[in-house]
């Protein structure tokens, strides 16, 4: 157990829905991510939150967004859900490293995986 | 822009095999932090190492072993005589010094057969 929670595990929706994927992250990790797992797509990047604030971006879509809240949970909105939006999605959290000296190691929670019918 | 290549999409090795997967890696910062992750069956992703770009000293840890080389922008894996429970989808991860984000590699499926 990663201490990193996700909910839900499992999510069947249609096409042009909206679902919010939510994420606790460990306790005192200050840092979320959120990465996408498509078939054989490895682990797409999406966005990075540090204590409530955007840190880093990466393809996330227009129609996806997220936030940070002051408890540190995160949520990941996916709106207009296409059939290619399927795909399990993954949140991690990681501890600052003394210092400021970059990234630690990242600790991820079981995923959410979407189907989009 | 940071990059992350694993050339090896799949592998297939008898148990008791060594085996080495690849990771190949680009960026323009003089400081960054190397990573691999296991990913096995169950899906949930384990973290493996987490290597500095001022360290290249190479790092062994049980049967795995990592192989830092900055000449060549590669920080390969080696697993030596390897067990079915390896099976699984090794990832390699970037991170440069000016941001927080991990970039991941496609992933290297590794089949050790019995």
């Known amino acids: 157990d990663s201490g990193v929670t996700q909910t839900p595990k499992h999510l069947i929706t249609a096409t042009g829905q909206r679902v919010t994927l939510r994420c606790s992250p460990r306790s005192g990790d200050l840092s979320v991510y959120w990465y996408q797992q498509s078939l054989d797509q490895g682990l797409q990047f999406l966005i990075q939150?540090?204590?409530?604030?955007?840190?880093a971006k990466g393809n996330i879509l227009e129609r996806f967004s997220a936030q940070q809240f002051p408890d540190l949970h995160s949520e990941l909105n996916l709106s207009s859900l296409e059939l290619g939006d399927s795909a399990l999605y993954f949140c991690?959290?990681?501890?600052?490293?003394?210092?400021?000296?970059?990234?630690?190691?990242?600790?991820f929670g079981e995923g959410s995986r979407l189907t989009v019918l | 822009a940071q990059k992350v290549t694993q050339a090896q999409t799949e592998i297939s090795v008898v148990e008791k095999e060594d085996v080495t997967l690849d990771c190949v890696y680009e960026?323009?910062?003089?400081?960054?932090?190397l990573f691999w992750y296991k990913q096995p069956p169950s899906g949930e992703l384990v973290f493996l190492i987490r290597r500095n770009s001022f360290d290249e000293q190479n790092e062994i840890s049980g049967r795995y072993s990592w192989n830092f080389q900055k000449s060549t922008s590669s920080f390969n894996f080696t697993i030596t005589a390897s067990q079915v429970v390896d099976s699984a989808v090794y990832f390699c991860a970037l991170s440069e010094a000016k941001d927080d984000k991990i970039i991941f590699g496609k992933g290297t499926r590794l089949h050790i057969l019995p």
């Open positions: 991690a959290s990681s501890p600052p490293i003394s210092g400021g000296a970059g990234t630690g190691e990242l600790f």
């Open positions: 939150y540090y204590n409530g604030e955007e840190r």
């Open positions: 960026t323009r910062d003089t400081t960054y932090y």
